[in-house]
């Protein structure tokens, strides 16, 4: 008889897509970035005044890691986690070299084996919408909380809430009828922008007082980086540089144009549809 194949292992892709292309890419823009993301920076760096333990759950390059280590300063522990190797290699040089207490750690948060009872905050600016099982993710993240710990994170909003974000794969779906759409309701930006789901989730994983709550930022980013940014992100980033040099170039004219309401002089702007989301554990 055939042996059972092995069982998946959990969060394969997205840890194939946060090692490769999606990791260097985020790695490379990683000042554009922070730039473009400061303002949810800022509201999980204040919210965490008074913590003592925090942990930044999909930390990236470890922006949120690093505010929130400054706001509290060297009493607390500011522990970053990512599934990405590169990102987190980068968060490392980075703390390094603004001479950050924040630690950075390279594991998977849905399987990670967290000591429990460690941390009394956990925070995450659009690094949790990627779990393939997102309620044994939080499960996983509230056995790692003291009793009375505190969720606070941002998320996405729905795509269509967030126009800036599409614009992209919408001008060029005509000549690339083979580009993948984004899967619907599996791991990905948009995952959280259901409230009723992100509540169901939060309570399937023991968090109390889910909660929700609409939060805007107007990001810009400057006019001479809004093509590399384009071409680099989302599911035109990963399906340009297999194209041949001439489509490459009409699909870049044909997004660049639509882009155009979103240029204000030598700025892009756009508002951001964000859910703050927070529990306690
Ligand atoms: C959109 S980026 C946000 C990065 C960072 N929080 C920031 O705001 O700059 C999403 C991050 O989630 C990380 N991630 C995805 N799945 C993960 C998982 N299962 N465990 C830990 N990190 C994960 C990715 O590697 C990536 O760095």
């Known amino acids: 008889m055939a042996a059972d194949p092995a069982p998946p292992t959990p969060n394969a892709d997205q840890a194939a897509l946060w090692n490769g292309p999606a990791g260097h890419a985020w790695v490379q823009a990683q000042a554009l970035m922070d730039d473009i993301l400061a303002p949810m920076a800022r509201p999980l760096a204040e919210g965490a005044a008074g913590a003592q333990a925090v942990l930044d759950v999909g930390c990236g390059a470890g922006a949120v890691s690093r505010a929130i280590a400054r706001r509290l300063g060297p009493a ?105 759409p984004r899967p619907a309701g599996g791991p990905g930006q948009f995952a959280f922008a259901e409230a009723a789901r992100v509540r169901a989730i939060l309570d399937a994983a023991g968090w109390s007082e889910p909660a929700l709550h609409p939060f805007d930022a107007d990001c810009a980013l400057p006019k001479a980086e809004l093509m590399p940014y384009l071409t680099r992100f989302g599911p035109l980033g990963l399906v340009l540089p297999q194209l041949e040099p001439e489509m490459r170039e009409r699909v870049t004219e044909a997004v660049g144009r639509a882009f155009q309401p979103f240029v204000e002089g030598d700025q892009v702007r756009f508002r951001a549809a964000c859910w703050q989301i927070s529990a306690v554990a």
């Open 76 to 180: 607390a522990r500011v522990t970053g986690l990512d599934i990405s190797e590169p990102l987190i290699a980068h968060a490392r040089r980075l703390a390094a070299a603004e001479g950050s207490a924040a630690q950075f750690v390279c594991a998977d948060a849905q399987t990670c084996g967290f000591e429990p009872g460690v941390f009394d905050r956990v925070v995450s600016r659009f690094g949790v919408m990627f779990f393939d099982d997102p309620a044994a993710a939080f499960a996983n993240l509230r056995r790692a909380c003291r009793a009375g710990a505190r969720l606070h994170l941002i998320a996405w909003r729905s795509a269509a809430e967030n126009p800036f974000m599409t614009t992209a794969e919408r001008a060029a779906a005509p000549l690339l009828p083979q580009m993948p």
